[in-house]
C-alpha cells in the first residue's frame, strides 16, 4: 500500500516516511508543494497524511483538488486544535483528522482503520501478483501500473484458474476440461493459442514479467 505524506516539515515528513516504511508500506514525501494534485496523480497513493498549513496554499485548498478526481482516503495531520478546523477538514473531503503531536501508534491505528474500511472489499476482488500488478477477479482485467488489459473470455477463464490454484501446477487437461465448459470448441491445438497470446499480452503490458511459468509435461502456474 502507498502512502503519500504532503508535510512542509521535512524532519517531521522524513520520520512518518521512515514509520510508514517500518509498517511495510510504500511512502512517498512530496517537495513541490505548487502542485500536490499533480503529484497525487501520478503517485497513485492508497492513502493520503495532508498537513494544513503548507506553502502557497492550504491542506483544505489540495483536498478539495484531490477530491475532484480521487476517492483516495485523506488523514489530515495539524496542530490546529480548534473544533472549526476539524469541521473544515472534513467538510473539504477529507476522512478523518489527528492533531500534531500525535502518538504514533493512534496514527498507526487510524491508517489501518481507513485503509481496512476503503480497501478491504476491494481487496476480495483483486488478486495481486505484486504491488503493482494483480488480476481483478470480477472484471476479469489485468491491471500492471495502473494500466488495464481486458482478456477475452477463454484467456479469463484460463487466467483465473491459475490464480485459483496459485503456486500449484494446472495441467493442459485441466484447463481444456475448464474451458469446454465454455461455448467454445478446444483442442489441444487451440489451448496452446490461448496460452500463447495470453503470454504476448501479459508480457507486452508487463515489459516482459513472466507471469505465467512453463514446465514441460507438467503444465502451468502463477507464482
Not at 516539515?9 to 521512515?18: F, G, Q, S, T
Not at 482503520?113 to 476491494?122: F, I, N, S
Not at 491445438?189 to 513472466?210: F, M, Q
Amino acid at each position: 500500500m502507498k502512502i503519500m505524506i504532503v508535510e512542509d516539515d521535512l524532519a517531521l515528513a522524513h520520520e512518518l516516511e521512515l514509520l510508514c516504511l517500518k509498517w511495510n508500506f510504500d511512502a512517498e514525501c512530496i517537495k513541490d508543494f505548487k502542485h500536490v494534485n499533480k503529484a497525487c496523480n501520478q503517485y497513485q497513493p492508497d492513502l493520503i497524511l495532508l498537513d494544513i498549513n503548507l506553502p502557497f496554499y492550504d491542506g483544505f485548498y489540495w483536498c478539495q483538488k484531490i477530491r475532484n478526481s480521487s476517492a483516495v482516503p485523506i488523514l489530515f495531520i495539524s496542530s490546529r486544535e480548534q473544533n472549526a478546523d476539524k469541521i473544515m477538514a472534513l467538510s473539504a473531503g477529507g476522512d478523518d483528522y489527528i492533531e500534531k503531536p500525535f502518538d504514533l501508534e493512534l496514527l498507526l491505528v487510524k491508517i489501518k482503520a481507513m485503509l481496512r474500511r476503503t480497501y478491504e472489499y476491494r481487496y476480495l476482488e483483486r488478486e495481486y501478483i505484486d504491488k503493482d500488478t494483480y488480476y481483478d477477479v470480477i472484471s476479469g482485467r489485468f491491471i500492471y501500473q495502473n494500466q488495464g488489459l481486458d482478456l477475452t473470455k477463454s484467456e479469463a477463464k484460463i487466467m483465473s484458474t491459475l490464480i485459483q490454484q496459485r503456486g500449484n501446477w494446472v495441467t493442459r487437461e485441466q484447463l481444456m476440461m475448464v474451458l469446454w465448459n465454455t461455448d467454445e470448441f478446444i483442442t489441444d491445438a487451440t489451448l496452446s493459442v490461448h496460452i500463447s497470446r495470453l503470454r504476448n499480452k501479459l508480457n507486452e503490458l508487463t515489459k516482459g514479467k513472466d507471469i505465467i511459468k512453463t514446465k514441460k509435461g507438467v503444465g502451468y502456474y502463477i507464482d
